[in-house]
T-cell receptor
Framework: GESVGLHLPTLSVQEGDNSIINCAYS??????FIWYKQESGKGPQFIID?????DKRQGQRVTVLLNKTVKHLSLQIAATQPGDSAVYFC?????????????FGKGITLSVRP | DAGVIQSPRHEVTEMGQEVTLRCKPI?????LFWYRQTMMRGLELLIY????????DSGMPEDRFSAKMPNASFSTLKIQPSEPRDSAVYFC?????????????FGEGSRLTVL
């Protein structure tokens, strides 16, 4: 079936190290992908997005990589900080305009050790 | 700027009672989304509106759930009658891109507990 899922439920990293969060998707028709961060007691917050015509996009301390061949998406966080501790979701979008639909993965918890 | 505003933040009710969740999207945004979040199922899209018109309600679990958007600045999600399995955090999100190909701005959620 069509799904967006994450390989690992939790990830623990040392402060200052780089973090890599992975996501697999199964629908090759998906054309837009987003990473969201959700802190405890809050709603998801946009981090970075990438369209299917790109394979890499960089933001401030974050990089998203898209491998359409194997339907894989990853989020890289450089020099991970305690404030990065949260649940991270990948999401895929299918369709266009008013008929587009965003589907979220289950989420992975990132825990930063001091 | 005010973000998406949801109320109530927390609600505890008894099975069979009616629950109404409210959302005020960001001014100027023309798309509004209702999501439900549980540990088992993650974030599920229930329904979304574009220019106050429901576009896709295929995620609404059953007839006990209904959503309205009477104007561009207000939406409600109603559950009647509520059941314990409806316990979840319900998020409202808005977008100004005329669809989901763009950033969604989420509210802080309404945590519903049905006893």
């Amino acid at each position: 079936g069509e799904s967006v899922g994450l390989h690992l439920p939790t990830l623990s990293v040392q402060e200052g190290d780089n973090s890599i969060i992975n996501c697999a998707y199964s629908n090759s028709a998906s054309d837009y992908f987003i990473w969201y961060k959700q802190e405890s007691g809050k709603g998801p917050q946009f981090i970075i997005d990438i369209r299917s015509n790109m394979d890499k996009r960089q933001g401030q301390r974050v990089t998203v990589l898209l491998n359409k061949t194997v339907k894989h998406l990853s989020l890289q966080i450089a020099a991970t900080q305690p404030g990065d501790s949260a649940v991270y979701f990948c999401a895929e979008n299918r369709g266009t305009g008013a008929n587009s639909k965003l589907t979220f993965g289950k989420g992975i918890t990132l825990s930063v050790r001091p | 700027d005010a973000g998406v505003i949801q109320s109530p933040r927390h609600e505890v009710t008894e099975m069979g009672q009616e629950v109404t969740l409210r959302c005020k999207p960001i001014s100027g945004h023309n798309s509004l989304f209702w999501y439900r979040q549980t540990m088992m199922r993650g974030l599920e899209l229930l329904i979304y509106f574009n220019n106050n018109v429901p576009i896709d309600d295929s995620g609404m679990p059953e007839d006990r759930f209904s959503a309205k958007m009477p104007n561009a600045s207000f939406s409600t999600l109603k559950i009647q009658p509520s059941e314990p399995r409806d316990s979840a955090v319900y998020f409202c999100a808005s977008s100004g891109s005329g669809g989901v190909s763009g950033e969604l701005f989420f509210g802080e959620g309404s945590r519903l507990t049905v006893l």
